[in-house]
């Protein structure tokens, strides 16, 4: 299982990111996709989750109503559109799947700062 994020980087607030995640080694299109985040100084925190079909979406509530998370299960792909930035979404975001144990990317990067 491997899985590379892509798309982070500093923005200001009030803008947006588009987060992406390349999934290969396992079949991509049988299993729920998460993304997490990590703030420096703080513990890993749920950000959104998408099912295997794409057909059920959830949410942490600090970032609901801002961020969309989507799959492409014929890129094998899981992203995560960041509107309205604040400068407590910075943080590393982390895809993440369970499949037998659970597998981390190695994060991207996202600052929100003026």
């Known amino acids: 299982v491997q899985l590379v994020e892509s798309g982070g980087g500093l923005v200001q607030p009030g803008g947006s990111l588009r987060l992406s995640c390349a999934a290969s080694?396992?079949?991509?299109?049988?299993?729920?996709m998460r993304w997490y985040r990590q703030a420096p100084g703080k513990e890993r925190e749920f950000v959104a989750h998408?099912?295997?079909?794409?057909?059920?979406?959830k949410y942490a509530d600090s970032v609901k109503g801002r961020f969309t998370i989507s799959r492409d299960n014929a890129k094998n792909t899981v992203s995560l559109q960041m509107n309205s930035l604040k400068p407590e979404d910075t943080a590393v975001y982390y895809c993440?799947?369970?499949?037998?144990?659970?597998?981390w990317g190695q994060g991207t990067q996202v600052t929100v700062s003026s």
């Open positions: 080694g396992f079949t991509f299109s049988s299993y729920t």
């Open positions: 998408i099912t295997s079909d794409g057909g059920s979406t």
């Open positions: 993440h799947v369970i499949r037998l144990r659970a597998y």
